[in-house]
């Protein structure tokens, strides 16, 4: 396949931009700066939930767990937490499935402080991700202040979505799951927003000042992974690229 159509797409986006792209039926691949490191915005959420998931089915943690949020655990932004009263209490189940699908900053922040983010980043590396880290809370300024940042390479996002699609992560089931909750994504503005309804994305987000970011498996009749990351950019024109070249791909492998 001649991929010089994405080469010039994106050659027309400023600032720092990778791209990383799989057909999972014949295994070609591209990439553009797939390896390098990008500011992940909440696109770490999907490693954070890789983690997590792992982590339950070995027996070190329990998805029924019930952990509680207090008004200061509340953080701005997106997310349902919170608008609910003072004090909740929530199963890491539930907060993972708000962390995914909408991407919720309270629920995100109450996992890496349930699992620390040490543990975090030892389970990063044991599920393959010897690039991808995590270095501090959401929303936490200091921390950003100190040039403390959350970062991902898109080649280790699509080789995580690539098992989970091929159901080898941990096992059947524990892919399957997560296939089904990704599944249910309600940010669905950036890789599918130019697709056809009819196509299935399972896939994550992130976005920031100058970051646009979505990382997905793409269920056209031939699957296909699309990664993307972009770091000072123009957001809008950075998302109008990724939803042509969305596009584009999915054309070729209907």
Not at 127 to 136: L, Y
């Amino acid at each position: 396949m001649n991929y010089d159509f994405i080469t010039e797409r994106l050659s027309r986006v400023p600032g720092d931009v990778g791209i990383y792209y799989k057909d999972l039926i014949s295994g070609e691949s591209f990439g553009l700066r797939d390896e390098d490191l990008f500011e992940s915005a909440s696109v770490i959420k999907l490693p954070i939930y890789a983690s997590i998931m792992k982590l339950c089915s070995e027996g070190n943690a329990d998805l029924s767990e019930v952990l509680v949020c207090q008004e200061e655990d509340k953080m701005p932004s997106c997310g349902a937490l919170p608008f609910f009263g003072e004090k909740i209490e929530v199963s890491v189940r539930t907060l993972c499935g708000l962390m995914i699908t909408i991407s919720d900053n309270t629920a995100t922040n109450l996992l890496i402080r349930r699992f620390g983010i040490d543990e975090l980043n030892e389970q990063f590396k044991q599920i393959g991700m010897e690039k991808s880290h995590i270095e501090r809370l959401l929303f936490d300024a200091e921390g950003s202040a100190r040039g403390l940042e959350n970062r991902i390479s898109p080649k280790e996002m699509g080789e995580l979505l690539e098992k989970i699609w091929s159901h080898s992560f941990i096992s059947e089931s524990v892919s399957i799951e997560m296939e089904e909750l990704l599944l249910k994504q309600q940010i669905n503005h950036k890789i599918p927003g130019y697709l056809d309804s009819r196509i299935q994305v399972a896939h994550k987000t992130g976005e920031d000042d100058g970051i646009t970011n979505d990382v997905a498996i793409v269920y056209t009749e031939r699957p296909f992974v699309l990664c993307f990351a972009s770091n000072h950019t123009d957001v809008p024109e950075a998302e109008r690229a990724i939803r042509e070249i969305s596009l584009q791909l999915a054309q070729m492998h209907s």
